[in-house]
């Protein structure tokens, strides 16, 4: 079969967000937070953890510690302490605090809304100052790229990157803009519900007919009339 034009693979992207949105209409951001600084800071927590571990910790942790202040000032073993399931801890709990004192003196106390702000945060690369422009400020800067999405962008023939941010460049000229927060919601979920690493469910996936990893993508295109 020749190789897929750039056209045709946006195409594909294209029906492949649709029939995501359909099967999951309520994908959104797994991680609990009230404001941009509980999400940055559940964001930092999330590396090497899940979502949901995270989700159990944060509620205390925001009770014991409520504003951006407070991380700052507080003793870094008790942060230590507070967020220690999560793993990693002890790098965690520096990040966040670095993060907290650096928004203090550099933005007046509030998350910055920028890329280039976020970045230069202790703490804080490209994937988590996604996450924070997307979710909790509605800018569609850029597209997270986590496991789910690295592995399932593969799958699908959306990218042959490795690297996140080559991933992330990939995925940024097939979907569209307005759709770059809700990418990884929508391939989470179906990572989570379907296209399970160790155990995908093909026959029942809805993006089986464009997937060229799925038993049905090569029936589709041999069905198709030449051109």
């Known amino acids: ?128 100052a996604n996450v924070v422009l997307g979710n909790a400020y509605g800018k569609d800067v850029g597209v997270v790229v986590d496991t789910h999405v690295a592995r399932i962008s593969q799958l699908l023939g959306l990218t042959r990157e490795k690297h996140p941010e080559k991933i992330e460049q990939d995925l940024m000229k097939l979907v569209p803009q307005e759709q770059w927060t809700l990418w990884p919601h929508l391939l989470i979920a179906h990572g989570r519900a379907v296209c399970v690493a160790r155990r995908p469910q093909c026959g029942k996936c809805p993006l089986l007919k464009d997937c060229p990893s799925g038993p049905g993508f090569l029936k589709a295109k041999s069905a198709l009339p030449n051109h």
């Open 1 to 128: 079969m020749p190789s897929e034009s750039f056209a045709a693979r946006q195409a594909r992207t294209v029906r492949i967000l649709a029939a995501l949105q359909r099967a999951y209409p309520r994908a959104t951001c797994s991680l609990e937070h009230a404001d941009p600084w509980q999400l940055l800071v559940a964001t930092i927590l999330s590396a090497q953890c899940t979502d949901a571990r995270v989700n159990k910790v944060t509620p205390l942790l925001f009770k014991v510690l409520p504003t951006t202040q407070d991380f700052a000032e507080a003793p870094l073993d008790k942060i230590e302490r507070l967020i220690q399931s999560t793993g990693f801890y002890r790098n965690k709990a520096k990040a966040i605090q670095g993060a907290a004192k650096a928004i203090i003196a550099h933005h007046q106390g509030q998350v910055p809304d920028t890329m280039e702000a976020l970045t230069a945060l202790p703490g804080v690369g490209r994937k988590t």
